[in-house]
């Protein structure tokens, strides 16, 4: 291993033209590794010679030593294509890191805001000002439609169908959906596009975003972060809330009204439900109404 580690680190640079920061963290993984068997094993450790018990005890020692999920993850991922590149070389026969599994992650609940706390964030904006008129007409759209940062920056003019109330969008994997639009969020756009002014000089695709920054270019996703952070700042809402949180609240409302799962996958583009399927929590006040609306002993008056 001490000479097939540096001939590996040199097949990402060359063949996979791999960047600094990935082969500086393979070789991180990789000399931890190393150092873990010439403590436990009893002779030089040698590729052909390792087996995927070597390995699994590797693994327990990252647990008992408090490594992150996310991290024992990340070094079996660098053990698999190390052992692959040996397999190739000829060094070993089989991979003695391939029947390992990654440990199970954990998916933490989204965060996401009540409807009043939604009612209060898309109040914040003037309807005085253009760019008040065009962060309303954006936070009503994120919500209404259950979209992504990157996919509402993304929106042309031809996306928009207000008449109909929907918005074409371009999702992962280039994958397109119609997304419908609520009718605060079609008043909203309809207010900021006739304030909507380009810049000069734009080529079509650039002059054809709906949303447009102070100087007239289409807006960024950084952009939208900022601008949300100011009115979380001026509502006193929690911080912790990003442009994705509105998707999140609107799958998450979605489903405590009554919403079918599979169309709340439709709706937010999700090729896979179980990706779906972490939104279908429900609020703790929720439960206990529903409890108490349906337990003939829940009642304390009953």
């Known amino acids: 291993m001490e000479k097939s580690i540096p ?30 068997l010439c403590d436990t094993l009893t002779s030089t450790p040698r590729p052909s010679k390792i087996t995927p018990l070597d390995l699994r005890k590797y693994v327990s020692a990252l ?26 070389e000829g060094l070993c026969e089989t991979n003695p890191a391939k029947p390992l599994r990654n440990p199970r992650r954990e998916r933490k609940l989204p965060h996401f805001l009540t409807g009043s706390e939604i009612g209060q964030l898309l109040s914040a904006p003037s309807k005085n000002e253009p760019l008040g008129l065009r962060d309303r007409a954006i936070l009503e759209t994120l919500y209404s439609a259950g979209l992504r940062v990157s996919e509402l920056v993304g929106v042309n003019l031809d996306d928009l169908d207000l008449a109909d109330g929907l918005v ?21 756009l309809r207010s900021w596009l006739k304030k909507r002014t380009p810049a000069r000089g734009l080529s079509k695709e650039e002059a054809a975003a709906v949303f447009l920054n102070k100087f007239g270019k289409r807006l960024t996703t950084r952009s939208v972060a900022r601008m949300l952070e100011k009115y979380l700042k001026v509502t006193g809402l929690d911080l912790r809330t990003s442009p994705h949180t509105l998707r999140h609240s609107f ?44 337990h003939p002993r829940a009642r304390k008056n009953g």
Do not use: W
């Open 7 to 36: 001939r590996f680190l040199r097949y990402l640079n060359v063949e996979r033209n791999c960047s600094e920061l990935t082969i500086k963290s393979y070789r991180e993984d990789l000399e931890l590794l190393y150092g873990f």
């Open 63 to 88: 647990h008992e030593s408090g490594y992150a999920k996310s991290s024992v993850s990340r070094r079996l991922a660098s053990m698999r294509s190390y052992f692959k590149f040996c397999q190739r």
């Open 168 to 188: 074409r969008v371009r999702g992962k994997g280039k994958r397109e959906r119609l997304a419908p639009l609520g009718s605060f969020a079609v008043r909203a």
């Open 251 to 294: 799958a998450t409302h979605l489903l405590d009204r009554g919403a079918d799962i599979r169309s709340v996958q439709e709706l937010l583009g999700h090729k896979s439900l179980v990706t779906t399927q972490i939104y279908t929590h429900v609020s703790t006040a929720g439960l206990r109404q529903a409890y108490e609306r349906a």
